[in-house]
C-alpha cells in the first residue's frame, strides 16, 4: 500500500510490492440506495472491524494469513458525473485485479458493484465467456427488478443486469423480499435457481430444506463469483444495513455455507464481495459480521488452493 499507515485486512502486515495471493479491493459506492444509507462508508468500516477478528480458523493449521500473501488495495473512488460513469470507473480499477493471477475479495459498497465486477471478469482465463459463469448470491432480496425507483442500474436490479450481459446462471440463497414481477421471473427463467428463506428456516421442514442446499453446493460446477449482501444474514446480526430483514441466515449457516462451496469438487471460485456494509451508529455488529464473513470466505480460499493445509 503506498500509505503505510493505511489499515490493513485483519490489521495484517502487508508486503509492499507482491506478488499476493489475495487483494482486498474497497469499493464504497452509494448511489442508488432506497431505504438506509451508508454504504459509502462500509468498507472502511468492515477493514476496521477485522482488525478485532480472530486470526484463528479451525479448518486451517495456522493463523491468518496461513501461508497466503494479503494486499489491501486503496479503495475506488471517482467523481464522476453519471452513474454508468461510476460503475466504468470501478470496472478500470478492479480490471488489474480480476486476471486470474489473485483471488479477489471486495468490499462493498452498494450491491451495484456487483455489474462493473461482471463485466471486469470478461477475459478471465477461467471463463471463456460469460455463460460459464455461475454467480452464487447470498441476499434477503432477488434483485431481479427491471427497474427500480426509475434506475435500470440500481442495487435492485443487478442480478437482472448480470443475465443481461451474459452471466449462465445464479443461485440465490436466503430471498424472503421479492416483488411478484421478481418472483415471475424466478418461476420463468432456468437461469435463476432460487432457495426462499422460508424453505431453508421455517419450523416444519427448514432442516431439510438446509441439507438439500448444503447437496446441491456439492453438485455446483464450473467457475462462480460468490456475491455476499450481507441483508442475506439475519436482520439482528446486521441491524444498520440498509434494509435489515428478519428470517436471514444465522452466522453459523453462513460459515457452513461458505465452507460448503469452497468444498465442492467441481467448481473454482474466481473471487467474492461482501456488499451493503453500513457502520453501526451505536456499535459495530454491522461492520463486525460482515468482517466475519470476508474472513470466513479467504480462510476458504485458502484451503481449496493448499488442501493440505487443513
Given at each position: 500500500?503506498?500509505?503505510?499507515?493505511?489499515?490493513?485486512?485483519?490489521?495484517?502486515?502487508?508486503?509492499?510490492?507482491?506478488?499476493?495471493?489475495?487483494?482486498?479491493?474497497?469499493?464504497?459506492?452509494?448511489?442508488?440506495?432506497?431505504?438506509?444509507?451508508?454504504?459509502?462508508?462500509?468498507?472502511?468500516?468492515?477493514?476496521?472491524?477485522?482488525?478485532q477478528v480472530e486470526l484463528h480458523d479451525p479448518i486451517l493449521p495456522a493463523e491468518l494469513p496461513c501461508g497466503a500473501s494479503i494486499h489491501t488495495a486503496e479503495p475506488w473512488s471517482?467523481?464522476?458525473?453519471?452513474?454508468?460513469?461510476?460503475?466504468?470507473?470501478?470496472?478500470?480499477?478492479?480490471?488489474?485485479?480480476?486476471?486470474?493471477?489473485?483471488?479477489?475479495?471486495?468490499?462493498?459498497?452498494?450491491?451495484?458493484?456487483?455489474?462493473?465486477?461482471?463485466?471486469?471478469?470478461?477475459?478471465h482465463p477461467g471463463i471463456p465467456s460469460?455463460?460459464?459463469?455461475?454467480?452464487?448470491?447470498?441476499?434477503a432480496h432477488a434483485d431481479l427488478r427491471d427497474e427500480l425507483n426509475g434506475e435500470r442500474l440500481s442495487h435492485g436490479t443487478v442480478i437482472r443486469r448480470a443475465l443481461d450481459a451474459g452471466v449462465g446462471g445464479v443461485i440465490q440463497v436466503g430471498v424472503r423480499a421479492y416483488s411478484k414481477e421478481e418472483s415471475e421471473l424466478i418461476e420463468q427463467d432456468e437461469r435463476v435457481e432460487t432457495w426462499l428463506a422460508r424453505n431453508l428456516f421455517d419450523v416444519a421442514d427448514g432442516?431439510?430444506?438446509?441439507?438439500?442446499?448444503?447437496?446441491?453446493?456439492?453438485?455446483?460446477?464450473?467457475?462462480?463469483?460468490?456475491?455476499?449482501?450481507?441483508?442475506?444474514l439475519d436482520g439482528a446480526?446486521?441491524?444498520?444495513?440498509?434494509?435489515?430483514?428478519?428470517?436471514?441466515?444465522?452466522?453459523?449457516?453462513?460459515?457452513?455455507?461458505?465452507?460448503?462451496?469452497?468444498?465442492?469438487?467441481?467448481?473454482?471460485?474466481?473471487?467474492?464481495?461482501?456488499?451493503?456494509?453500513?457502520?453501526?451508529?451505536?456499535g459495530s455488529l454491522t461492520e463486525f459480521s460482515a468482517a466475519l464473513t470476508a474472513t470466513k470466505i479467504l480462510a476458504c480460499h485458502i484451503l481449496a488452493q493448499h488442501p493440505q493445509k487443513g
Open positions: 500500500m503506498s500509505d503505510s499507515h493505511a489499515p490493513s485486512f485483519l490489521g495484517l502486515k502487508e508486503s509492499e510490492s507482491g506478488p499476493w495471493d489475495v487483494v482486498v479491493l474497497p469499493v464504497p459506492l452509494e448511489m442508488t440506495v432506497s431505504y438506509g444509507d451508508g454504504t459509502a462508508d462500509g468498507p472502511a468500516a468492515c477493514i476496521r472491524a477485522s482488525s471517482s467523481e464522476a458525473p453519471s452513474l454508468r460513469e461510476q460503475l466504468d470507473s470501478i470496472v478500470s480499477y478492479l480490471g488489474p485485479w480480476l486476471g486470474g493471477k489473485h483471488f479477489p475479495l471486495v468490499l462493498g459498497g452498494e450491491h451495484g458493484i456487483l455489474l462493473p465486477i461482471v463485466e471486469a471478469l470478461e477475459g460469460l455463460a460459464d459463469l455461475t454467480i452464487v448470491q447470498v441476499d432442516q431439510l430444506g438446509w441439507t438439500r442446499l448444503l447437496e446441491r453446493f456439492s453438485r455446483i460446477e464450473g467457475s462462480v463469483w460468490l456475491t455476499f449482501d450481507v441483508d442475506g446480526l446486521v441491524p444498520s444495513t440498509g434494509t435489515p430483514i428478519p428470517g436471514g441466515l444465522s452466522h453459523w449457516g453462513a460459515a457452513e455455507l461458505i465452507e460448503a462451496l469452497f468444498a465442492a469438487p467441481g467448481c473454482e471460485v474466481l473471487g467474492a464481495d461482501v456488499n451493503e456494509i453500513v457502520p453501526d451508529d451505536e
